[in-house]
């Protein structure tokens, strides 16, 4: 297995690029066989821009066999700081045989994810009672958790799953549509609430899972709120 811990230099004020853990340009972390990879980055606690948590440039690889990877990032206290931020220019992170988790109250999702069919990518806050948001607004640090349809299209599953049962509320304000075939699964400890937005599967099936009463799955969306071969509420 490999492990990574990092954490960000504790420089005072308004220090930047103060990353818990960041991967160059180019770099490779490759496990072989079923071993797995877990990397818990933490950035400094200083309030200057672009202390990420964990920060992926291009061309970086992150890669196993048939075994997990996990990613936890903690971001900064300045502006545009992401506990997770993966740059768009050819930043993978693939499994052969195994599922992905990303944790993290803000996520700047430009990477390519990719599992196969078989397996999950699992999206969720670091921080429990997190609001989650299907959004095309910019994201914030420290949370709500956004996604755009435009980052989810970055990943490439058989299950995408987003939130646990300790985040807050979820609300689906865009649409979500992917561009294949995925199960997905929506989860919150408190309401899922469509208002605006619709999920479309592309024939896969959708969970949504809402805390105890009186929260609730909530379809406010006018028209049609999603699309799936089969919903499951819980």
């Known amino acids: ?20 853990f960041y991967m160059y340009g180019g770099s490779v972390i490759i496990a072989t066989g079923s071993n797995h990879i877990f990397i818990n980055g933490t950035a400094g606690p200083s309030t200057g821009m672009s202390n990420h948590g964990v920060h992926m440039a291009p061309n970086a690889l992150i890669q196993t066999q048939s075994g997990n990877i996990t990613i ?3 971001e900064g206290l300045g502006s545009n700081c992401f506990g997770f931020y993966g740059l ?23 990477c390519v994810v990719k599992t196969s069919n078989a397996e999950q990518v ?15 607004a910019v994201d914030i640090t420290d949370g709500p958790l956004r996604f755009t349809d435009a980052e989810l299209d970055s990943i490439t599953t058989g299950l ?14 865009t649409l979500i549509s992917r561009t294949s075939a995925t199960n997905m699964e929506l ?20 969970k949504l899972t809402n805390g105890a009463a009186p929260d609730a799955v909530f379809p406010n969306t006018s028209g049609t709120d999603a699309m799936m071969s089969m919903l499951t509420i819980d």
């Open 88 to 110: 768009p220019q050819d930043s993978i992170i693939t499994v052969t045989s195994g599922d992905i988790e990303i944790k993290a109250n803000s996520m700047s999702m430009g």
């Open 1 to 20: 297995n490999i492990t990574i811990n990092a954490t960000g230099g504790s420089v005072a004020g308004a220090g930047q690029e103060n990353m818990g």
């Open 72 to 74: 936890i990032g903690d």
């Open 160 to 173: 995408l799953i987003i939130g646990d049962n300790q985040s807050e509320d979820v609300l689906i304000k």
């Open 187 to 206: 989860t919150s400890n408190a309401d899922v609430m469509f208002n605006g937005g619709l999920i479309n599967t592309n024939a896969g099936t959708l």
């Open 122 to 136: 699992f999206l969720h806050p670091w921080t429990a009672n997190t609001a989650i948001e299907l959004d095309n």
